[in-house]
């Protein structure tokens, strides 16, 4: 087994003030965070794999903050301050990253978001709720009817819209992250796996491996879904790993479509990617076990669900998986509750995660607030 050289411990694994764990979209931020408020800060991000590899870059790109089925189900299962609480912070994130990126190349389009309806039951209940849903998310939007119905498809009862959302492209955001945080003077180092950490003496030691161990002032681990194996056994917060699947089709002929779609509570979601290509992913729901998972993979199950609703939708057309030649899959983290996580695993080490498929909407406000413990 190798050692590193004293030139590498004086170097690249030198001890450093805050070391981030994670280089995905709230760890970045963080970084970038505590670096501009404080520049003589050693920072240090920590990533295993050679690029962003979780859930940061392999998500459908949607700039979100939940549909009305989801909001709805939320709202029975945790109460109107608990939903509302987590609907601020997705969109004080969105509002953030329009802000910041909207206008560096990151493939932003704000098109505004859809939930589609073909159930009856669904439709009844919408018509119902909405206007109170409406009431409680003006607060946060301020518009006064966030969802409104407008004309959809036939194979569609009900197409709720709201102007809010917006879609972007994952890999730029993370690219542009990765630049600015090169020019604010933050460090990366690529392809070291965290094994273990601990906080002994006013210091955390992080144990790279076959790097050896690295030590910091503080910890911020922001690994998501991956973070259970980096925390004490007693740390109190559920973090559960599930995998989705995300298909992307080839260009398609006389198909249009714009906007950021929903369907069933969030489970299913589609998008146009460029003026001809559909995005499709999610289905997590019917994917039973299998999808309990922080391995990446595929899974037939879930990708069938999928296209047999595309058919539904679209019968004009005969979807078939050979139309989506390009697939992966994304692994999210989801608990008992759907607020992130924010809190100290033990002295100098702070979780930052939990972010239930929204990470794209929440990390900039968790990444803030991430910099706010840290720096207090």
């Known amino acids: 087994m190798s050692t590193p050289s004293y030139w590498e411990t004086t ?39 050679p690029i962003p590899h979780g859930a940061s870059t392999r998500n459908a790109g949607f700039a979100c903050f939940g549909a009305p089925t989801e909001l709805l189900a939320d709202l029975d299962a945790y109460g109107a301050e608990s939903m509302l609480d987590t609907v601020r912070q997705r969109y004080a994130g969105v509002l953030a990253l329009e802000k910041n990126f909207a206008h560096r190349s990151i493939g932003w389009e704000k098109t505004g978001g859809y939930e589609v309806v073909d159930a009856p039951e669904t439709e009844a209940m919408l018509r119902e709720r909405l206007p109170a849903l409406n009431a409680l998310l003006a607060g946060v939007t301020g518009e006064p009817a966030t969802w409104r119905e407008v004309p959809g498809r036939s194979t569609h009862r009900l197409t709720l ?8 492209h994952p890999g730029l955001l993370v690219t542009r992250l990765l630049e600015d945080a090169q020019r604010e003077g933050v460090r990366l180092l690529f392809g ?68 950021c779609y929903h369907y069933h509570e969030g489970y299913v979601y589609f998008r146009n990617v460029g003026p001809d290509r559909l995005l499709i992913g999610g289905a997590r729901h019917v994917a039973g076990p299998a999808s309990e998972t922080e391995e990446f993979g595929y899974n037939p199950v879930p990708v069938a669900f999928l296209l047999e609703k595309l058919r539904q939708w679209y019968p004009e057309r005969r979807w078939e998986e050979a139309d989506f030649p390009v697939r992966w899959s994304g692994i999210l983290a989801q608990g008992e509750s759907k607020t992130p996580i924010l809190r100290f695993a033990e002295e100098g080490v702070l979780v930052a995660g939990r972010l239930a498929g929204m990470g794209v909407a929440l990390s900039a406000d968790l990444a803030r607030r991430a910099a706010d413990l840290l720096l207090r």
Not at 161 to 168: K, M
Not at 232 to 242: A, G, L, N, S, Y
Request: net charge neutral; hydrophobic share 45%.
């Open 11 to 49: 170097t690249f694994l030198r001890p450093a003030d805050v070391v981030v764990i994670g280089a995905g979209l709230t760890g970045l931020q963080a970084a970038l965070e505590i670096k501009r408020r404080e520049p003589q800060r050693d920072v240090l991000v920590v990533e295993r794999s």
């Open 192 to 259: 070291a796996e965290v094994t273990q950490l601990g906080a002994a003496a006013g210091a955390v030691d992080i144990e790279l491996a076959g790097l050896g161990t690295l030590r910091a002032s503080q910890a911020l681990i922001a690994v998501n879904a991956f973070a259970r194996k980096l925390l004490p056994e007693d740390f109190p917060e559920h973090i559960r790993p599930v995998r989705n699947q995300v298909l992307l089709s080839r260009p398609l002929k006389n198909f249009h479509l714009q906007g």
């Open 161 to 168: 819209f709201n102007p809010c959302e917006a879609q972007l």
